[in-house]
Nanobody, 116 residues
Framework: QVQLLESGGGLVQAGGSLRLSCAASGVIFGVDIMRWYRQAPGKERELVARLTGRGMTLYADSVKGRFTISRDDVEKMVYLQMNSLKPEDTAVYYC??????????WGKGTLVTVSS
C-alpha cells in the first residue's frame, strides 16, 4: 500500500525559506510522477510543482524561480525547497504520486504559514 508522509512545514517570516519533505513507502520509486499541491484557506487545491521520473519539472507561475522540486529515488523522498516565501504561500502542502495502476495517492499535508 502506497503511503506518503509530508514534513517540514511551519511558521516563517516573509522572505524566509523552508524545505518540505515527502517520504514514500509501499512503492518502488523512480518512475512515478511526483507532485506538490497546496490548499489555502477558502481556496481550491492547486498544483505547485511536478517532477517526472525522467527529471522533467513543471511549476505554477506563482512559484517559478522561488520553489524547487527534487527527489531522491534511493531514499524514496521528494522535496520542495521554498525560498523568498510570501504570505500568499500560506497553505497546507500535499504530496501526490501517480498515476500508479490508475490511482493517485496523497499525503495528509503539512501546514506552511508565512507571516508578513
Amino acid at each position: 500500500q502506497v503511503q506518503l508522509l509530508e514534513s517540514g512545514g511551519g511558521l516563517v517570516q516573509a522572505g524566509g525559506s523552508l524545505r518540505l519533505s515527502c517520504a514514500a513507502s509501499g512503492v518502488i520509486f523512480g518512475v512515478d510522477i511526483m507532485r506538490w499541491y497546496r490548499q489555502a484557506p477558502g481556496k481550491e487545491r492547486e498544483l505547485v510543482a511536478r517532477l517526472t521520473g525522467r527529471g522533467m519539472t513543471l511549476y505554477a507561475d506563482s512559484v517559478k524561480g522561488r520553489f524547487t522540486i527534487s527527489r531522491d529515488d534511493v531514499e524514496k523522498m521528494v522535496y520542495l525547497q521554498m525560498n523568498s516565501l510570501k504570505p500568499e504561500d500560506t497553505a497546507v502542502y500535499y504530496c501526490n504520486l501517480g498515476p500508479r495502476n490508475g490511482m493517485y495517492y496523497w499525503g495528509k499535508g503539512t501546514l506552511v504559514t508565512v507571516s508578513s
